[in-house]
């Protein structure tokens, strides 16, 4: 199947690497224009020009009201409007409950929660001004089942389900669809970062045996992007290969 996403324009945060770069490059392979945000100008410009035509890159940190806005209000101007939102941009700042300091806590619930917000928050404008739109909202099963060393992590992405269920109450009637994905263990630089014993150790307990790659976050992120989703709203996704089922 192709063209899931013929003539729409799409804006992905955090998408200079890993998942990001993968949705980035699905909906352009679907057909999409796609805004490539990602917090160094010059790494989102690289990605986009290593997906060819289709794609632009800009400089955005989602924490920053102001710099979130200007980011959809040029995603909107550069492609005639914006039909789809994926709220991706993401840190880890892992430490058990004796080591985080407040910091830790706080810088990951400004990316994950803050920034998911203004996000959600300036492209509804403008999309219930267009009667259509497709937000998604990346999770993780961290905010289904709490994982260790992450409670602010599993805190902040158990906070997105709640975002993406009232907002998605809030937009319905204005033809704008919000749903989540809660993917499981994926192989990028944020899960590289992860002791190779840790790794193997949750790998272990994936039903299906092995760690997801980007791309098949990016499929499913593709189904809540387009019209084969058109009747889901409010949804999280598990992608996970069976973990935390
Ligand atoms: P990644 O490889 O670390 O990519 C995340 C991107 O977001 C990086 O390019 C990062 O830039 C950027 N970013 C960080 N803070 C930002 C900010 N304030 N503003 C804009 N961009 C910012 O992570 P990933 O594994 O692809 O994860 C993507 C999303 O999926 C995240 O929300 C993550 O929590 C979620 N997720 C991942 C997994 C997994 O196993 N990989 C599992 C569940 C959920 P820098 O590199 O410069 O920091």
């Known amino acids: 199947m192709s063209g899931l996403l013929e003539g729409r324009s799409a804006l992905v945060t955090g998408a200079a690497q890993g998942i990001g770069l993968a ?5 352009i392979e679907h057909g999409a224009s ?12 690289a990605a986009a020009a290593s997906l060819g035509g289709g794609a632009r890159g800009v400089g955005c940190d989602v924490t920053a009201e102001q710099q979130v806005a200007d980011l959809v209000a040029g995603a909107a101007q ?20 004796r080591k985080m300091r407040l910091e830790d806590f706080r810088a990951v619930v400004d990316v994950h929660l803050q920034g998911t917000w203004l996000a959600l928050r300036a492209a509804s404008e403008v999309m219930r001004e267009a009667k259509r739109g497709s937000i998604v909202n990346l999770s993780s099963m961290s905010g289904k089942v709490g994982n260790p060393g992450q409670t602010n992590y599993s ?21 704008v669809r919000v749903n989540a994905v809660q993917p499981g263990l994926i192989r990028t630089p944020m899960t590289e970062a992860m002791s190779a014993e840790a790794y193997a150790a949750t790998e272990a307990t994936i039903p299906m045996r092995r760690a997801g790659e980007p791309e098949e976050i990016a499929n499913a992120v593709l189904f809540l992007a387009s019209d084969l989703s058109s009747y889901v709203t409010g949804a999280v996704l598990e992608v996970s290969g069976g973990r935390g089922m």
Do not use: P, Q, W, Y
Request: charged fraction near 20%.
């Open 34 to 45: 796609v805004t490539i945000a990602d917090l160094d100008a010059d790494r989102a410009a």
């Open 155 to 175: 805190a902040a992405k158990a906070g997105i389900v709640g975002m993406t269920k009232a907002a998605a109450k809030e937009l319905a009637h204005h033809g």
């Open 23 to 27: 949705i980035a490059r699905t909906f």
């Open 78 to 97: 550069a492609h005639r409007g914006l039909d789809v939102l994926v709220n991706n941009a993401g840190i880890t700042r892992d430490a058990s409950l």
